[in-house]
């Protein structure tokens, strides 16, 4: 079964400064999806980035990027130029796809980052 | 475009109680995914509904239960309730097809409390 751990359950960063969140996952398969969600007070999920573990190359979004190590199982989100705005709970999700185009994710237990004025 | 809205935001129930929360689908979307959320922790899968039927699902009994209409909208229906199945319930919504790359919308939720 799959499995996805987020070590970290709190930070906290300077605004303007550079924040790392971690994620390590557990899979015996080789063709999934990683995906980091922002769950702002407000409780809705919002998609981060997407990263396809057939591609070597990391994903990026503006001020966030991942890096993305598939043989240590490893997917961690880097946020430059933090903004009070970031504020939020990050969840690291991972995606199985089967062959009907449906789905399942596993979610991790979150890290709740508090950018500071 | 609305996005994917969710019905009730607030409920109350007390155990044993039956509850039904409700989802639309952002627009074009075709597949529902259902998730609970408990205070401090990720989302956990519930099930997925396509076509009108349940494609996939977690480790849940089978006092939850859901339904996919014609028009894509769902209900997650919830019997005998339990303390513990106190959550925010999370709908997520997106279409099957290699465009849409797997990606996942999701509604504000539903705050479900069991006295």
């Known amino acids: 079964a799959q499995t996805v751990t987020q070590s970290q359950p709190e930070m906290s960063v300077q605004e303007a400064e550079t924040v790392t969140l971690s994620c390590t996952y557990d899979?015996?398969?080789?063709?999934?999806?990683l995906f980091w969600y922002k769950q702002p007070p407000s409780r809705q999920m919002i998609l981060v980035i997407r990263q396809e573990a057939y591609k070597q190359q990391n994903a990026t979004e503006n001020r966030f990027s991942v890096n993305f190590q598939k043989a240590a199982k490893s997917f961690s989100l880097k946020i430059s130029d933090s903004q009070l705005g970031d504020t939020a709970m990050y969840f690291c999700a991972f995606m199985t796809l089967f062959t009907s185009g449906t789905y399942k994710y596993i979610f991790g237990t979150g890290t709740r980052l508090k950018v500071l004025a | 475009d609305a996005g994917v809205t969710q019905s009730p935001t607030h409920l109350i129930k007390t155990r044993g109680q039956q509850v039904t929360l409700r989802c639309s689908p952002k627009s074009g979307h075709d597949t529902v995914s259902w998730y609970q959320q408990a205070l401090g922790q990720g989302p956990q899968f519930i099930f997925q509904y396509y076509e009108e039927e349940e494609r996939q699902r977690g480790n849940f009994p089978d006092r939850f239960s859901g339904h996919q209409f014609p028009n894509y909208s769902s209900e997650l229906n919830v019997n005998a309730l339990l303390l513990g199945d106190s959550a925010l319930y999370l709908c997520?919504?997106?279409?099957?097809?290699?465009?849409?790359?797997?990606?996942?919308?999701f509604g504000a939720g539903t705050r479900l409390s069991v006295l």
């Open positions: 899979t015996s398969e080789n063709n999934y999806y």
């Open positions: 997520a919504s997106s279409l099957v097809s290699a465009l849409a790359k797997n990606i996942q919308y």
